[in-house]
């Protein structure tokens, strides 16, 4: 376990607070079978995973700021744009060197939580709760 979902990364709503904690197992798997060398099929199958349900969580989340006309709406669609960018620069990347995606990943894990749970999303907070 790399990183555990920890109450203070809650944005106030409860599904997508759930999003967030299976985002972040899916991330914690990933780089466990990354570093310890699994197979390609299985690394595989957590990274489809991983960009599914990195869509179907990013939509959720802008479907909302559409519905509370939250403002810095475009700001956070391009963060999510990184994060998909991101991930398919990884996954190519997975194909050649796997100890170099494994660190990428691990970057990512910490960095995306950091960076935009904990800031970008908690800003939507208060526009949620009015
Ligand atoms: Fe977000």
């Given at each position: 376990?790399?990183?555990?979902?920890?109450?203070?990364?809650?944005?106030?709503?409860?599904?997508?607070?759930?999003?967030?904690?299976?985002?972040?197992?899916?991330?914690?798997?990933?780089?466990?079978?990354?570093?310890?060398?699994?197979?390609?099929?299985?690394?595989?199958?957590?990274?489809?995973?991983?960009?599914?349900?990195?869509?179907?969580?990013?939509?959720?989340?802008?479907?909302?700021?559409?519905?509370?006309?939250?403002?810095?709406?475009?700001?956070?669609?391009?963060e999510?744009?990184?994060?998909i960018?991101?991930?398919?620069?990884?996954?190519?990347?997975?194909?050649?060197?796997?100890h170099?995606?494994?660190?990428?990943?691990?970057?990512?894990?910490?960095?995306?939580?950091?960076?935009?749970?904990?800031?970008?999303?908690?800003?939507?907070?208060?526009?949620?709760?009015?």
């Amino acid at each position: 376990m790399i990183l555990q979902w920890h109450e203070e990364f809650s944005v106030g709503v409860p599904e997508l607070d759930k999003h967030h904690r299976h985002l972040i197992e899916i991330l914690n798997a990933l780089v466990t079978a990354v570093n310890e060398g699994n197979n390609l099929k299985i690394i595989a199958g957590l990274m489809t995973d991983l960009n599914e349900y990195t869509v179907y969580h990013f939509n959720a989340e802008e479907a909302l700021f559409i519905k509370v006309q939250y403002p810095h709406v475009t700001q956070h669609i391009q963060e999510h744009q990184e994060f998909i960018d991101r991930l398919s620069r990884i996954d190519q990347l997975l194909q050649r060197d796997q100890h170099v995606a494994a660190a990428e990943l691990e970057e990512m894990l910490i960095s995306w939580i950091m960076n935009h749970i904990l800031t970008s999303d908690r800003m939507y907070m208060s526009y949620l709760s009015h």
